[in-house]
């Protein structure tokens, strides 16, 4: 399942997937003019990959 966050303005924050109440893939934070900060791929929670 696909999760997003948004700030107060409703540009996006965070962006990433969730299979079974764990972090799974790829997740990606935005700071607020809308830049990647952080990449970070998971697998059932762990950071596989930043």
């Known amino acids: 399942m696909k999760s ?3 700030y ?4 996006i ?3 990433g997937h969730f299979k079974d ?3 799974n893939g790829e997740f990606i ?3 607020e003019d809308g ?4 990449k ?3 697998k059932n929670d762990k950071i ?3």
Do not use: P
């Open 4 to 6: 997003e966050i948004f």
């Open 8 to 11: 107060e303005d409703g540009k």
């Open 13 to 15: 924050r965070m962006s």
């Open 21 to 23: 109440g764990k972090k």
């Open 29 to 31: 934070e935005y700071d």
């Open 35 to 38: 830049s990647i900060i952080n």
């Open 40 to 42: 970070a791929l998971y």
């Open 48 to 50: 596989v990959v930043q």
